[in-house]
């Protein structure tokens, strides 16, 4: 079935470090997919989307490029903040505009000043 | 928009009592989903609404647990005879029916512990 793999957590960085989140996924067709970040104490947010391959999408400063060739849609930022500190979930829409989100398990990002 | 609200934030129960949460989507959202999420587990998809029907149910969700959505509005989430395995955070979320893809914004969730 239709599933996300994302890199086990927890990441720790420095301020001002790059930061990388892997994420893939298994599906069939063509899904949507997703990035969205959990803050401590607060609900799920979205970060950044991207519809259809080779689309990127960003947003404070995050990107990640959708790339069907490797099932990939990796989360980047060149240079990270203590405030980014969060959950990071990777996600998919399984059936476009039914838009139910399979969700990887999540990535821990602890950013020390 | 004043967000996706949901109540009560936290609910203690023993196993074996039902319990009911109730979700506010966000003004005009057509769209309304609830999720279950585990313990170091991303959200898992339990059903959804496109108003007041419920047009899809996860394998997830057990005779146990019910739906509802009338008038299209607030929702509701009853699970019966509770189970320690239903200790969770509950998630709702909701979207607007506007284009390919909507985005889904979630609410705060709904702690649920059962001793």
């Known amino acids: 079935g239709d599933s996300v793999t994302q890199m086990e957590g927890p990441v720790t960085l420095s301020e001002e470090a790059f930061l990388t989140i892997n994420c893939t996924y298994t599906?069939?067709?063509?899904?949507?997919l997703f990035w969205y970040v959990q803050y401590p104490g607060e609900g799920l947010q979205l970060l950044l989307k991207a519809t259809k391959a080779d689309d990127k999408g960003s947003n404070k400063g995050f990107e990640a490029t959708y790339r069907k060739e490797t099932t990939s849609f990796h989360l980047e930022k060149g240079s990270v903040q203590v405030s980014d500190s969060a959950v990071y979930f990777c996600a998919l829409s399984k059936w476009g505009s039914q838009g139910n989100l399979i969700f990887g398990k999540g990535t821990k990002l602890s950013v020390k000043p | 928009d004043t967000g996706v609200s949901q109540n009560p934030r936290h609910k203690i129960t023993k196993r074996g009592q039902n319990v009911t949460f109730r979700c506010d989507p966000i003004?005009?959202?057509?769209?309304l989903y609830w999720y279950r999420q585990t313990l170091g587990q991303g959200p898992e998809f339990l059903t959804y609404f496109q108003n007041e029907a419920q047009l899809e149910k996860s394998r997830l969700l057990s005779d146990r647990f019910s739906a509802e959505r009338p008038k299209g509005s607030f929702s509701t989430l009853e699970i019966q005879r509770t189970e320690q395995g239903d200790s969770a955070m509950y998630l709702c979320?909701?979207?607007?029916?506007?284009?390919?893809?909507?985005?889904?914004?979630f609410g705060p969730g709904t702690r649920l512990t059962v001793l």
């Open positions: 599906a069939t067709g063509y899904p949507s």
């Open positions: 003004s005009e959202h057509n769209r």
């Open positions: 979320a909701s979207s607007r029916l506007a284009e390919v893809t909507d985005t889904q914004y």
